[in-house]
């Protein structure tokens, strides 16, 4: 079946890092824009990071530019999220997503068609 599942996720200090992956399963994703969303206890789902289907363009939310990197490996049906620099305000339940065929990069969860079930980042203070 279609999936996307995630990995990488645990319990970091602040100031530390995680690689988030994303591998997908009955699906190619070299031709669709691929991204990262999170979603906090008692908040709703936000945009962290995206990658264009073609590798050239990415987009990140004010939040995480400069800590964090999108990147994809079309050859494994794989993405990453590099996470540097981690802050508590960072936990949060991580979310791979993927988006139509050959749409642009989005910020917007509904642009997105495929979602896997997320991974928990916990940064300790």
């Known amino acids: 079946q279609v999936q996307l599942v995630e990995s990488g996720g645990g319990l970091v200090q602040t100031g530390g890092s995680l690689r988030l992956s994303c591998a997908a399963t009955?699906?190619?994703?070299?031709?669709?824009?691929m991204g990262w969303f999170r979603q906090a206890p008692g908040k709703e789902r936000e945009f962290v990071a995206a990658?264009?289907?073609?590798?050239?363009?990415?987009t990140y939310a004010d939040s995480v530019k400069g800590r964090f990197t999108i990147s994809r490996d079309n050859a494994n049906n794989t993405i990453y999220l590099q996470m540097n620099t981690l802050k508590p305000e960072d936990t949060a339940v991580y979310y791979c997503?993927?988006?139509?065929?050959?749409?642009?990069?989005?910020?917007?969860?509904?642009?997105?068609?495929?979602w896997g079930q997320g991974t928990q980042v916990t940064v300790s203070s």
């Open positions: 997503a993927r988006g139509g065929i050959m749409r642009a990069v989005s910020i917007k969860s509904r642009d997105y068609v495929y």
């Open positions: 009955g699906q190619t994703i070299s031709v669709s824009p």
């Open positions: 990658i264009n289907w073609n590798s050239d363009s990415t």
